[in-house]
């Protein structure tokens, strides 16, 4: 089990050391959240509240 990723990371950094493939997190509608956007701007978001 992994634990609570900082709010400072990257969406990329995330994705390579949780081992989840390329675009795996993304939007309520369903598109691909950018790389280069930050956790803690996702947390901010509604729905994300899991990362």
Partial sequence: ???K???NCTVGTFEKT???PIG???HES???VRK???IG???K???FKWI
Avoid: C, V
């Fill in 36 to 38: 280069d956007k930050t």
């Fill in 5 to 7: 990723a900082k709010s």
């Fill in 41 to 43: 701007a996702l947390r």
């Fill in 24 to 26: 795996s997190i993304r």
């Fill in 45 to 47: 978001e509604k729905g």
């Fill in 18 to 20: 949780r081992g989840l």
């Fill in 30 to 32: 369903g598109r691909k």
């Fill in 1 to 3: 089990m992994f634990r």
